[in-house]
């Protein structure tokens, strides 16, 4: 009889930049244009999140919505100005929905204004040793000055998950809140269809734009070992 063994097949993917990484000890495990400066649409939000939760801000305190908010392109959580909303629900209107205006308004309460919670952004990328990485914006419109690589992403979305709320709030497939004047039930559902789909999935975040293509970042954790994976376009 004859035994038939499976031959291991080399890794590949169609995206124009991709990596593994290991997320405790940074190894990298598979990457192609790791380090290409690249759009990255809705990922930026692995940013804007995390700066927020690290801002000092209580996610109970009541965001009062800006006019200016509500004027974002595409993806949005229909905010209207003057609407109060907890910071906490905005960061799932961010992380859940991809709410480009819920972004703008998390940017303008915890920077003071939208400009200095960029400018926090990229500090904060500095420090991370995010070398192919700048920021313009907190909602990943493409910008001039916008942009990051695979690696840089992995580095961020692993250090973003050691921060407990984050890691709460990209493991969610849906959230139910109320809120508006006056309030109202809204429903939120995860644009990362893959914490359905694949059961060691922890997160993280989608993005899309016609000129940064698809783009992805994943973690995924079994028996105490946990991976990212990005794939960019």
């Known amino acids: 009889m004859l035994c038939q063994v499976p ?26 244009n790791a380090h290409e400066e690249r759009l990255i649409a809705s990922i930026t939000k692995l940013m804007t999140a995390l700066v927020a939760l690290e801002s000092g801000h209580d996610l109970e305190e009541t965001v009062t919505v800006g006019e200016a ?3 974002a392109e595409g993806s949005s959580l229909y905010l209207r100005p003057g609407e109060e909303i ?6 799932y209107g961010v992380m859940l929905r991809s709410g ?23 500090e904060k990328a500095a420090q991370l040793g995010m070398v192919n990485s700048h920021f313009a914006n907190p909602n990943g419109l493409n910008a001039e000055g916008h942009y990051s690589s695979a690696r ?13 709320d984050f890691a709460d709030i ?18 939120l559902y995860t644009t990362n269809k893959l914490l359905e789909r694949y059961p060691y999935a922890i997160g993280v975040k989608t993005g899309y734009t016609d000129d940064a293509g698809l783009c992805l970042v994943t973690a995924a954790e079994k028996d105490g070992t946990r991976l990212i994976i990005v794939t960019l376009n």
């Open 7 to 32: 031959t291991a097949q080399a890794v590949g993917t169609s995206a124009s930049s991709a990596v593994l990484m290991e997320a405790e000890s940074g190894r990298v495990l598979y990457e192609q």
């Open 69 to 71: 908010c509500t004027r």
């Open 86 to 91: 907890s910071l906490k629900g905005l960061l």
């Open 100 to 122: 480009n205006d819920a972004a703008l308004a998390v940017a303008e309460h915890c920077g003071g204004s939208v400009e200095e919670f960029v400018g926090r952004m990229n």
């Open 152 to 164: 840089d992403l992995a580095t961020l979305a692993a250090q973003a998950l050691e921060n407990e």
């Open 170 to 187: 990209v493991s969610k497939q849906e959230i139910r809140m109320a809120f508006g004047n006056p309030p109202y039930n809204r429903s």
